[in-house]
């Protein structure tokens, strides 16, 4: 039995255990999924396992022979109460519909939605024309959806959901994330520690207490939807009772190893989930703190270990992180654990108590819009190689092991480092980027002296019934931003909007918000309300000057009255001895005026898309690019591009590349040569 004891406690069983989760992880990653679904399959049967409904969407999992993400829309409000009635956790229903793949992100380094499915092992989305349900009669699905049906009636409904459900569908983590605290709205050890503390109390004189607070975390996990971070901490609860019940085999540290390998034995894909990346990483660093007698001292020790710690996983995945996150920790992780999260329990008991959570609700969501509005402590993080955060980590290992201080200057150079990789750059780069049916087209200049974006892309919206409005929109501006930050581009110097119709500039107000930016330059045609609103907010900074000391730059724009389409500003820039001729929406009409004023040039950014209206036969020659782009969205209502303009292309045989094909495209400049590259994945 000692030398059990003595091999289960070694270093080196716990080597090979880890030896062995590498492999068993490496070839589960690389062997591909296959879905039990056929291609053709359009009747569906299952259970619904999550669910939201927005607006006049109806979103949700379908668990049958494997997980399917539903989309339907609601056709109207008399349907969309009927299915708010029958749309429940547990709900049995048979769908009607079209299965395709899920499509990925159409800018590089931003979030996959395609990726995000697949690791939580959903292959198909489905398109629902027809949906019907029964009620579950599973006695958990029913308690809770009891519980939910409750406490959406409640004032401040989303904070009951986030804290005790863990929802956060309704809520707005933007500036959460931004101050370094979305992790409070994420049920993790915090909560769970409430719970079991006041199970303990509560049931510390009855046998076997402590086998049914397991059984109850054991639910509440349920409850909240099996969550990594959550799962962490009921399991290590679960192993640390028969840890003492079996005499104390394993230190804590080894239970913490034991979860993980359990953990991602159960699911390997856990470990591409944010959550258990910053549950385990930030749990493991803590093995070694060294604790501090004074309370407040501690408390900054924890906070400044949790960021540190963080700091890889929000950089890869977000890159940005906020240096205020230290010691906004320090003021809203007591604040929440001591004040908000108790008080949303004590209300549900005394509801007279409501006056006191609105009140604190009000003081949390001010302090977090005020710090969220503090830009200078945020730092731009570009997309970096997964293996210099390793060693980031392993840097950061050796300092809290050896308690050297000296490792920290070299971590934070190590951070300032990887931050101005792109200054060092000596290559241009033109992205022309996949905003759908839209238009968007990154310049950069060598070290990233200069950045000019032209356009933003944006889609045209059209006023909806109440009831058909979303809660939460999805604003396009935010993946933008997010693309620019992978860049390492924290700033642009020049916004140029080469007219005022919604697909190309929708999302500048937006973007003009998030990102600062020093120029801003409008068509000199009549301004139409986006483009006035747009003057009013930033006139400062509106300016007709488009200047720069590495790109040459010659405009071909005409101002044609009551015509955006024609007053489109027309550029060539020239990044070395490569030009780019940018035509905007403008017509065959600006074509034939400017023909006398152009040359030959390397890339064509047609004009209008792609349409029958733009890219006529002798400007084409004229230009004889040799790379034409087309910026179009897939199965679009305009049929762009036009049968013509491709036999156009083709006749003159001038290679074209379609945004909604080749998505994002990246022309690489140097002194030498230009190199051409596109985004596309394999499947």
């Given at each position: 039995?000692?030398?059990?004891?003595?091999?289960?406690q070694?270093?080196?069983?716990?080597?090979?255990?880890?030896?062995?989760?590498f492999?068993?992880?490496?070839?589960?990653?690389?062997?591909?999924?296959?879905?039990?679904?056929?291609e053709n399959?359009?009747?569906?049967?299952?259970?619904?396992?999550?669910?939201?409904?927005?607006?006049?969407?109806?979103?949700?999992?379908?668990?049958?022979?494997?997980?399917?993400?539903?989309?339907?829309?609601?056709?109207?409000?008399?349907?969309?109460?009927?299915?708010?009635?029958?749309?429940?956790?547990?709900?049995?229903v048979?769908v009607?519909?079209q299965?395709e793949?899920?499509?990925?992100?159409?800018?590089?380094?931003?979030?996959?939605?395609?990726?995000?499915?697949y690791?939580?092992?959903?292959?198909?989305?489905l398109?629902?024309n027809?949906?019907?349900?029964?009620?579950?009669?599973?006695?958990?699905y029913?308690?809770?959806?009891?519980?939910?049906?409750y406490?959406?009636?409640?004032?401040?409904?989303?904070?009951y959901?986030?804290?005790?459900?863990g929802?956060?569908?309704?809520?707005?983590?933007?500036?959460?994330?931004?101050?370094?605290?979305?992790h409070?709205?994420?049920?993790?050890?915090?909560?769970?520690?409430?719970?079991?503390?006041?199970?303990?109390?509560?049931?510390?004189?009855?046998?076997?207490?402590?086998i049914?607070?397991s059984?109850?975390?054991?639910f509440?996990?349920?409850?909240?939807?099996?969550?990594?971070?959550?799962?962490?901490v009921?399991?290590?609860?679960?192993?640390?009772?028969?840890?003492?019940?079996?005499?104390?085999?394993?230190?804590k540290?080894?239970?913490?190893?034991?979860?993980i390998?359990?953990?991602?034995?159960?699911?390997?894909?856990?470990?591409?989930?944010?959550?258990?990346?910053?549950?385990?990483?930030?749990?493991?660093?803590?093995?070694?703190?060294?604790?501090?007698?004074?309370?407040?001292?501690?408390?900054?020790?924890?906070?400044?270990?949790?960021?540190l710690?963080?700091?890889?996983?929000?950089?890869?995945?977000?890159y940005?992180?906020?240096?205020?996150?230290?010691?906004?920790?320090?003021?809203?992780v007591?604040?929440?654990?001591?004040?908000?999260?108790?008080?949303?329990?004590?209300?549900?008991?005394?509801?007279?108590?409501?006056?006191?959570f609105?009140?604190?609700?009000?003081i949390?969501?001010?302090?977090?819009?005020f710090?969220?509005?503090?830009?200078?402590?945020?730092?731009?993080?570009?997309k970096?190689n997964?293996?210099?955060?390793?060693?980031?980590?392993?840097?950061?290992?050796?300092?809290?092991?050896?308690?050297?201080?000296?490792?920290?200057?070299?971590?934070?150079f190590?951070?300032?480092?990887?931050?101005?990789?792109?200054?060092?750059?000596?290559?241009?780069?033109?992205?022309?980027?996949?905003v759908?049916?839209?238009?968007?087209?990154?310049?950069?200049?060598?070290?990233?002296?200069?950045?000019?974006?032209?356009?933003?892309?944006?889609k045209?919206?059209?006023?909806?019934?109440?009831?058909?409005?979303?809660k939460?929109?999805?604003?396009?501006?935010?993946?933008?931003?997010?693309?620019?930050?992978?860049l390492?581009?924290?700033?642009?110097?020049?916004?140029?909007l080469?007219?005022?119709?919604?697909?190309?500039?929708?999302n500048?107000?937006?973007?003009?918000n998030?990102?600062?930016?020093?120029?801003?330059?409008?068509?000199?045609?009549?301004?139409n309300?986006?483009?006035?609103e747009?003057?009013?907010?930033?006139?400062?900074?509106?300016t007709?000057?488009?200047?720069?000391?590495?790109?040459?730059?010659?405009?071909?724009?005409?101002i044609?009255?009551?015509?955006?389409?024609?007053?489109?500003?027309?550029?060539q820039?020239?990044?070395?001895?490569?030009?780019?001729?940018?035509?905007?929406?403008a017509?065959?009409?600006?074509?034939?005026?400017i023909?006398?004023?152009?040359?030959?040039?390397?890339?064509?950014?047609?004009?209008?898309?792609?349409?029958?209206?733009?890219?006529?036969?002798?400007?084409?020659?004229?230009?004889?690019?040799?790379?034409?782009?087309?910026?179009?969205?897939?199965?679009?209502?305009?049929?762009?591009p036009?049968?013509?303009?491709?036999?156009?292309?083709?006749?003159?045989?001038?290679?074209?590349?379609?945004?909604?094909?080749?998505?994002?495209?990246c022309?690489?400049?140097?002194k030498?040569?230009m190199?051409?590259?596109?985004?596309?994945?394999?499947?």
């Amino acid at each position: 039995m000692k030398n059990w004891k003595v091999i289960l406690q070694s270093k080196t069983f716990f080597f090979l255990l880890f030896l062995f989760l590498f492999i068993y992880l490496s070839i589960y990653y690389l062997i591909p999924k296959k879905s039990a679904y056929l291609e053709n399959e359009i009747i569906f049967y299952g259970t619904i396992t999550e669910y939201f409904v927005d607006g006049d969407s109806l979103s949700f999992i379908l668990k049958g022979k494997e997980k399917l993400k539903v989309y339907y829309t609601i056709e109207n409000e008399l349907e969309k109460n009927d299915i708010i009635q029958k749309a429940q956790y547990g709900s049995i229903v048979e769908v009607k519909g079209q299965l395709e793949y899920p499509k990925d992100n159409s800018l590089p380094n931003t979030f996959s939605y395609k990726d995000y499915l697949y690791y939580n092992h959903i292959l198909y989305v489905l398109n629902a024309n027809n949906i019907s349900f029964q009620n579950t009669k599973n006695i958990f699905y029913n308690i809770k959806n009891k519980i939910r049906n409750y406490l959406i009636t409640l004032p401040h409904s989303q904070y009951y959901l986030a804290f005790l459900l863990g929802d956060t569908k309704t809520q707005d983590l933007t500036s959460l994330r931004s101050n370094g605290i979305s992790h409070l709205f994420a049920i993790s050890g915090m909560h769970i520690s409430f719970f079991t503390v006041i199970l303990h109390i509560i049931l510390k004189k009855r046998k076997y207490h402590e086998i049914i607070i397991s059984l109850f975390l054991i639910f509440y996990a349920f409850l909240v939807g099996f969550t990594p971070s959550v799962l962490r901490v009921v399991l290590y609860y679960i192993l640390n009772l028969i840890n003492k019940i079996s005499g104390n085999i394993f230190t804590k540290k080894q239970l913490f190893y034991w979860t993980i390998i359990i953990l991602l034995l159960y699911d390997p894909f856990f470990l591409k989930n944010i959550g258990f990346q910053y549950s385990f990483c930030i749990r493991f660093l803590f093995f070694y703190k060294k604790e501090e007698k004074s309370y407040l001292k501690n408390l900054l020790k924890v906070s400044f270990i949790a960021f540190l710690a963080s700091v890889p996983i929000t950089a890869y995945h977000f890159y940005e992180i906020n240096i205020l996150g230290i010691f906004l920790n320090i003021i809203f992780v007591p604040f929440v654990s001591l004040l908000l999260y108790p008080l949303c329990f004590i209300v549900l008991i005394c509801p007279f108590m409501t006056f006191l959570f609105t009140f604190l609700i009000n003081i949390f969501e001010k302090w977090n819009s005020f710090f969220a509005s503090i830009t200078f402590f945020k730092i731009v993080i570009p997309k970096t190689n997964v293996f210099l955060w390793i060693g980031y980590y392993a840097l950061l290992y050796i300092y809290l092991k050896k308690s050297q201080k000296k490792l920290l200057i070299l971590l934070i150079f190590f951070i300032t480092i990887i931050k101005y990789v792109p200054k060092i750059d000596t290559a241009a780069y033109v992205y022309f980027l996949d905003v759908g049916q839209g238009d968007s087209t990154l310049f950069i200049s060598p070290f990233q002296k200069e950045i000019f974006l032209i356009d933003t892309g944006g889609k045209v919206t059209y006023q909806k019934e109440e009831w058909r409005r979303k809660k939460k929109p999805f604003d396009d501006a935010d993946t933008l931003k997010i693309f620019l930050n992978s860049l390492g581009i924290s700033s642009i110097d020049s916004l140029i909007l080469t007219h005022g119709d919604y697909d190309h500039i929708g999302n500048a107000l937006s973007l003009l918000n998030k990102i600062n930016t020093k120029n801003i330059i409008l068509n000199r045609n009549e301004k139409n309300k986006l483009e006035q609103e747009i003057e009013n907010l930033y006139l400062k900074k509106i300016t007709n000057n488009f200047n720069s000391n590495f790109f040459e730059i010659r405009e071909f724009s005409q101002i044609i009255k009551n015509d955006e389409n024609d007053s489109s500003l027309i550029f060539q820039i020239k990044a070395y001895q490569y030009s780019f001729l940018m035509m905007g929406d403008a017509s065959k009409k600006i074509e034939e005026k400017i023909l006398p004023l152009i040359n030959k040039n390397d890339v064509l950014k047609l004009g209008h898309h792609g349409s029958n209206t733009s890219s006529a036969l002798n400007f084409l020659k004229k230009v004889k690019p040799k790379y034409a782009i087309i910026s179009v969205s897939e199965k679009n209502r305009y049929g762009h591009p036009s049968k013509d303009t491709i036999t156009n292309l083709n006749n003159l045989s001038i290679p074209y590349y379609e945004t909604s094909k080749y998505h994002t495209i990246c022309f690489k400049i140097t002194k030498k040569a230009m190199e051409f590259f596109t985004f596309i994945k394999n499947s």
